[in-house]
């Protein structure tokens, strides 16, 4: 049923950042239980309308890059995706350590750059590795954006998502942060640019943001785990156990949608319930302009 102007999108795809889980149900900074926020965002997955048919994680999956942490990611995600019938894709970050991420998520021995591509029906999805062994900031070969720009030479059906954990965009309400992030964008930018590339997804920062980067846009996703306050009261950075999210990504042949999409639960105030959908379909398009739109309709009137 088509409500306005717009038909469904062409994709949905679930962005989710920062898990960092880690083995044995240890708890960050002696309060954060990474696995309780995973296992919220994978239950508010399930509730999506339309389903996502790609769940795609930017990076930081393991805290400490344990190999335990990397198979409980994958006991905890896949039977999700599957069930959802959707497409995993995983990201490195900057908290993962490439060996056990290669052979814990792919069964690999690859312990190089984790750049792979996916294929969503047409819709291409590239995952980027951005991280540098031993450090937090990030970089890219020579290598790696020669082996991206020629992905890129062959334009995708419906064009290319590029994630990766360091979004190439400032951090204006965390100055410091600018300190881990992603070095000599520019090299990336001529690659990018001119490219079908239409999205840039992106991590890191533990608080949703937005921008543009080489003319593409650009949504950083929360974090699953702990946040960063990004208006904080006489603290140079400040991580809280609060605000955690996901995104949406809503993919039309013209645009691309994103949508923040809280995990904590809060009291609803109004609303319908759903059995109201049937008799909304049973009206014209006239008739719920009229009942769902004028002021003084038996709908609206408190």
């Known amino acids: 049923m088509q409500y306005g102007q717009y038909p469904a999108p062409r994709f ?114 590239v995952a980027l590795d951005t991280t540098v062994p031993n450090y937090h900031h990030g970089e890219l070969a020579d290598d790696q954006l020669d082996w991206l720009r020629d992905v890129l030479s062959t334009p995708a059906e419906h064009g290319t ?19 881990l992030e992603l070095l000599e964008q520019d090299r990336l930018a001529a690659v990018v640019e001119g490219s079908d590339v239409r999205q840039i997804l992106g991590g890191h920062f533990h608080y949703t943001s937005y921008s543009t980067f080489a003319g593409v846009p650009v949504s950083v996703a929360s974090a699953s785990c702990y946040t960063t306050d990004p208006a904080p009261v006489d603290r140079l950075i ?35 319930p759903e059995e109201m959908r049937a008799a909304v379909d049973a009206l014209s398009p006239e008739e719920r302009r009229d009942i769902l739109s004028r002021k003084d309709s038996d709908f609206n009137r408190p």
Request: hydrophobic fraction near 45%; aromatic fraction near 6%; avoid cysteine.
């Open 12 to 125: 949905t795809v679930a962005h989710l950042s920062d898990v960092h889980l880690l083995a044995r149900g240890a708890k960050q900074y002696g309060v954060v239980e990474p696995e309780s926020g995973l296992v919220l965002a994978l239950d508010r997955l399930r509730r999506l309308d339309p389903v996502p048919q790609a769940l795609v994680f930017t990076g930081d999956l393991a805290d400490k890059g344990e190999p335990e942490a990397y198979a409980r990611l994958r006991a905890l995600v896949e039977p999700a995706a599957a069930a959802l019938g959707a497409q995993v894709v995983w990201v490195m970050g900057n908290h993962d350590e490439r060996a056990p991420y290669a052979r814990g998520l792919f069964d690999s021995d690859d312990d190089g750059p984790q750049d792979r591509v996916y294929d969503l029906g047409g819709l291409r999805i």
């Open 161 to 179: 998502i590029l994630a990766m954990h360091h979004p190439p965009i400032p951090l204006p309400t965390i100055e410091v942060g600018a300190i």
């Open 238 to 272: 400040s991580g809280v156990d609060g605000h955690q999210a996901f995104n949406t990504v809503h993919v039309y042949d013209d645009r691309i949608v994103h949508t923040v999409v809280p995990l904590a639960e809060a009291p609803e105030i109004s609303g319908q």
